[in-house]
C-alpha cells in the first residue's frame, strides 16, 4: 500500500480530517473517509506503476488528478463526451466553460486545432510550458463538443511537466484538465489541495510534490482576429510579445464566456482580500510581497526579494494558508505587474470580488 507524500500538515493523520472539516461548509455532508482509506485508495506518488493505473483509469473514462507545471488539474478523456461530464460535475462547474484539452507535443496538437504561423512561432517558443493556444478546431480533431463547450475552437497546451508528460504518453489520448478545485475555489498547486476540495470524486491523485509555477497557463486566441490575450499566466506578456514582434491585443471582455475568470469572485478564498495595502489593520493578515509588512505569524511575503515569479509560485499556497487561520480579512501588499505580476494582480482581482449571493 502506497503513502501519499504529505506536502502540507493537512495530511497528518491527526490534522486532516479537522483540516477537512473546517474547510466543509454542510455539516450534513456524508462522512469523510478516513486518513487510512485515502492515502492506502486515492492518493498515489507519481512513478511509473502509478502512471500506468492513472492511464487505464483515463481510458476507462475515469477522473484523475494529477499535477503540471502551472497547478493541479482534473483530467478525463478529453474525446468523450460522458469522462469529460465527470469533470463538470466534480468540480461543479458551469458547464459553458470550455476546457483546455493537454497533449503530448506540437504534432499531436496539429491533429485537434489549425495553427496559423503566428500560433506555430508561439507553440515552438513556449511549449512543452506554461501556454495555451485557442484555435480553429481541425478537420482531424477529437476533443469533444463539451470539452469545447461547443465552439468551434479548442484550447490546447503541450505541459512540460515530467509526471503530465508521461502520464500523456502512457493514455495516449488528449486530456481535458481543468484546474483540480470546485469551481470558484483557490487553484490547487499540491495534491493536499486537491484533497481539500475533491475527494471522493476522483478516482485517482497523483502526487509529485508542489507545481513549480504556482499560476495556470497563459492563454492566447489565435483566431480570426490576430493573437489576443484571454488570460495572463505562466508565460509573461512581455516574453510573447518578443515572439511575436509586436503587441498582444487584449481580449475586450465581450458577450461571450470564452475566457475565464469572467465569472465573477473565480479564485475566491473565504476571507476578504484588501488589495494594494501598505499597511497592516489591527487583526487582518497580511499576503507581502518584497517585505513591505512587518514580519509576524498572520503575515506570510510571497517573495521576500521581490521577485515576481518567486511569488506566483507561492500565491495559491500563500492565500489557502492564511484564509485557513480564519482571518475575516487579508491585506495584501501591492505587487509590480511585470513579468508574472500581471496574472498575479488578475488573481488577486478576481479573489476580492464581490461573491454572488455572498452574506
Ligand atoms: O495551467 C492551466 O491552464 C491549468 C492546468 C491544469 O493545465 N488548467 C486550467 O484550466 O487552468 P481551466 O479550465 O481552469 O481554465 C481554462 C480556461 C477556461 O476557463 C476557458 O475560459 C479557456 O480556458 N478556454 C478553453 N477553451 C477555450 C476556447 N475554445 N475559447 C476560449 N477560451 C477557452
Ligand atoms: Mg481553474
Not at 71 to 87: E, F, M, P, Q, R
Not at 160 to 165: C, I, S
Not at 168 to 195: D, E, F, K, Q, R
Not at 222 to 234: F, I, Q, V
Amino acid at each position: 500500500m502506497a503513502i501519499c507524500a504529505r506536502p502540507i500538515d493537512a495530511f497528518t493523520k491527526a490534522g486532516r480530517g479537522a483540516k477537512l472539516h473546517s474547510m466543509r461548509q454542510d455539516p450534513n455532508d456524508t462522512p469523510l473517509p478516513t486518513a487510512d482509506s485515502y492515502l492506502a485508495d486515492r492518493c498515489l506518488p507519481a512513478d511509473a506503476s502509478s502512471i500506468a493505473e492513472a492511464a487505464r483509469i483515463l481510458r476507462a473514462g475515469g477522473l484523475v488528478a494529477f499535477p503540471t507545471e502551472t497547478v493541479y488539474g482534473l483530467g478525463a478523456d478529453a474525446t468523450s463526451d460522458i469522462a469529460v461530464a465527470k469533470i463538470y460535475a466534480a468540480k461543479g462547474r458551469p458547464a459553458f466553460n470550455p476546457l483546455i484539452a493537454h497533449v503530448e507535443d506540437l504534432a499531436a496538437a496539429r491533429q485537434q486545432g489549425i495553427f496559423t504561423s503566428e500560433a506555430e512561432a508561439l507553440a515552438k517558443a513556449f511549449w512543452p510550458g506554461p501556454l495555451t493556444l485557442v484555435l480553429p478546431i481541425a478537420p482531424t480533431g477529437n476533443v469533444c463538443a463539451l470539452a469545447r463547450a461547443g465552439l468551434d475552437s479548442v484550447a490546447l497546451r503541450v505541459p512540460a511537466h515530467e509526471t503530465t508528460r508521461r502520464l500523456l504518453a502512457a493514455t495516449g489520448l488528449p486530456i481535458a484538465a481543468p484546474s483540480a478545485n470546485i469551481s470558484g475555489h483557490v487553484s490547487p498547486v499540491t495534491a493536499a489541495h486537491v484533497a481539500e476540495d475533491l475527494d471522493g470524486r476522483v478516482d485517482l491523485i497523483l502526487d509529485a510534490g508542489p507545481c513549480p509555477v504556482g499560476v495556470e497557463s497563459t492563454i492566447i486566441s489565435c483566431l480570426k482576429n490576430g493573437p489576443t490575450l484571454l488570460r495572463p499566466g505562466g508565460i509573461s506578456r512581455e516574453a510573447i510579445e518578443a515572439v511575436l514582434g509586436r503587441k498582444l491585443a487584449d481580449h475586450a471582455g465581450g458577450k461571450a464566456v470564452l475566457a475565464p475568470g469572467q465569472l465573477a469572485s473565480h479564485y475566491a478564498p473565504r476571507a476578504s482580500l484588501r488589495l494594494a495595502a501598505t499597511s497592516l489593520e489591527p487583526g487582518e493578515a497580511g499576503l507581502d510581497f518584497g517585505g513591505r509588512f512587518p514580519k509576524a505569524a498572520n503575515v506570510l511575503d510571497l517573495s521576500p526579494r521581490g521577485d515576481t515569479t518567486e511569488a506566483a509560485a507561492n500565491l495559491f499556497s500563500h492565500l489557502r494558508v492564511l484564509d485557513a487561520r480564519g482571518f475575516a480579512t487579508i491585506a495584501v501588499a501591492p505587487i509590480p505587474s511585470t513579468g508574472l505580476g500581471e496574472a498575479i494582480n488578475d488573481r488577486l482581482k478576481r479573489a476580492a470580488a464581490e461573491r454572488p449571493g455572498a452574506q
